[in-house]
């Protein structure tokens, strides 16, 4: 399976500025999506990237507020933008090869 | 949409007996299914997977899961219980009707005692 580094692995950041993590992969994908984990809760997705198009966002999650690039079949990032503690979360990407899902290993974000 | 549901956010046991963490999803569709682990300030591993054919699973570290489709459950278990199975631990559907994208469940934190 592909092999995810993620970076930064962790950051803490004033409110009011952006953050940008990035994703790179080992092999070449189609779909790359990015997750959030809150505090204590599980996995929500943000966006599923492709390739070539403009990043699908899920309900209640904006791209001025998390634009998502995707130059490449084995890159992309999320900017985390105008922070606010509310924001302070673990962040993922991740990765679909024939229904096998790898993760990265997590960004960690703080926010004061 | 399709939606995860796993009964019972924090799971104890005694190391050495059985883990049961239970997870039910809502499809019309078959999905495919999954259990990943997460351990302390760690990224999430994946422990086993349902596609098609058997309906048990058998993962790492000793768990296994069966896809019931009449219950559309997908448990997971483990025979018997190490101290270091302690971790969180995600249920996980794709396919069906929402495509390729990866839904979660609540998550479970399973505590194993001495």
């Given at each position: 399976s592909a092999?995810?580094?993620?970076?930064?692995?962790?950051?803490?950041?004033?409110?009011?500025?952006?953050l940008t993590i990035q994703c790179q992969v080992d092999s070449q994908v189609t779909m790359m999506f990015w997750y959030r984990q809150q505090p204590g809760q599980s996995l929500t997705l943000i966006a599923t990237a492709n390739q070539g198009s403009e990043a699908t966002y899920e309900s209640g999650f904006v791209i001025d507020k998390f634009p998502i690039s995707r130059p490449n079949l084995t890159f992309s990032t999320l900017t985390v933008s105008n922070m606010s503690p509310e924001d302070s979360s673990i962040y993922l990407c991740s990765?679909?090869?024939?229904?096998?899902?790898?993760?990265?290993?997590?960004?960690?974000?703080?926010?004061v | 949409a399709q939606?995860?549901?796993?009964?019972?956010?924090?799971?104890?046991?005694?190391?050495?007996?059985?883990?049961?963490?239970?997870c039910n999803y809502s499809s019309s569709v078959p999905p495919?299914?999954?259990?990943?682990v997460q351990y302390p300030n760690q990224g999430l591993q994946l422990l086993l997977?349902?596609?098609?054919?058997?309906?048990?699973?058998?993962?790492?570290?000793?768990?296994?899961?069966?896809?019931?489709?009449?219950?559309?459950?997908?448990?997971?278990?483990?025979?018997?219980?190490?101290?270091?199975?302690?971790?969180?631990?995600?249920?996980?559907?794709?396919?069906?009707?929402?495509?390729n994208m990866l839904t979660f469940g609540g998550g479970t934190r399973l505590m194993v005692k001495p």
């Open positions: 092999v995810i580094s993620q970076k930064p692995s962790r950051d803490i950041c004033q409110r009011g500025t952006s990765v679909d090869e024939k229904r096998t899902y790898t993760f990265g290993s997590g960004t960690r974000l703080t926010v | 939606s995860v549901t796993q009964l019972g956010s924090h799971v104890s046991v005694s190391e050495g007996a059985l883990v049961l963490l239970r495919y299914l999954f259990w990943y997977k349902y596609t098609t054919g058997a309906t048990l699973v058998k993962g790492i570290n000793g768990f296994e899961a069966e896809f019931k489709k009449s219950e559309t459950s997908f448990h997971l278990t483990k025979p018997s219980a190490h101290m270091s199975d302690a971790a969180e631990y995600f249920c996980a559907v794709s396919g069906g009707n929402a495509g």
